[in-house]
């Protein structure tokens, strides 16, 4: 099993819709878990900590399900500026670095 | 905010050559990042840094070595450069332990030829 899993996509979704991505993560023992944003051509930008509660951020929830290792994005009423590729971010690996996934690429359309 | 920066966006070589990717920040963190991406392989770690001086290596460290003289600056060396080292290159920083996300520069797109 790979360390963090996404299904690449493309979701290709109208705009105003929900859309969700979920991540799983072969370490059990991880503590730290987070969702990046990356735009063609750009760097990764930080788009929220996911914490075991579950937290949310405006249009954006992160939720963590320990139990079944994964991890989840929800998208409510996406924009066109949400096209991207969303990472799922791990802490793993052999020494406790961060774990970045390949990304689910994201295309709202008008 | 924090602000990474790396020395160049583009960058073209050949092959052979000693190749120097410098980073940059300025938040104080303690730990530094080299990453490289390359299209259906993601983000794989290259070398990092928790200190001045120090350096461990990440997944995929052949072919590179590291220097960090100063906290805010973590440079990446291509000893001989070659066209399998062709990708883009980006440096991150965070502080404290490992728990803390990563903040990254803007990436340098390194064609060698």
């Known amino acids: 099993r790979k360390e963090v899993e996404q299904d690449p996509g493309p979701f290709n979704v109208p705009e105003g819709a929900t859309v969700a991505f979920n991540c799983t993560y072969s370490?059990?023992?991880?503590?730290?878990f987070f969702w990046y944003r990356q735009d063609c051509r750009k760097e990764p930008k930080l788009l929220m900590s996911?914490?075991?509660s579950g937290n949310e951020d405006g249009r954006f929830t992160a939720q963590l399900n320990r139990a079944s290792q994964y991890i989840s994005l929800l998208i409510r009423d996406s924009k066109l500026s949400d096209s991207a590729t969303y990472l799922c971010v791990v802490r793993g690996g052999s020494q406790g670095n961060l774990i970045f996934g390949k990304g689910t690429k994201l295309s709202v359309k008008p | 905010d924090v602000k990474v920066t790396q020395s160049s966006r583009y960058l073209v070589k050949r092959t052979g050559e000693k190749v120097f990717l410098e980073c940059v920040q300025d938040?104080?963190?303690?730990?530094m990042f080299w990453y490289r991406q390359d299209p259906g392989l993601g983000l794989r770690l290259i070398y990092f840094?928790?200190?001045?001086?120090?350096?461990e290596k990440g997944d995929i460290p052949e072919g590179y070595s590291v220097s960090r003289e100063k906290k805010e600056r973590f440079s990446l060396i291509l000893e001989s450069a070659s066209t399998n080292q062709t990708s883009m290159y980006l440096c991150?920083?965070?502080?404290?332990?490992?728990?803390?996300?990563?903040?990254f520069g803007d990436g340098t797109r390194l064609s060698i030829l």
């Open positions: 938040m104080d963190h303690e730990n």
């Open positions: 996911v914490y075991s």
């Open positions: 370490n059990s023992a991880s503590q730290s």
């Open positions: 840094s928790y200190d001045v001086k120090m350096k």
């Open positions: 991150a920083s965070s502080y404290g332990t490992f728990n803390q996300p990563q903040h």
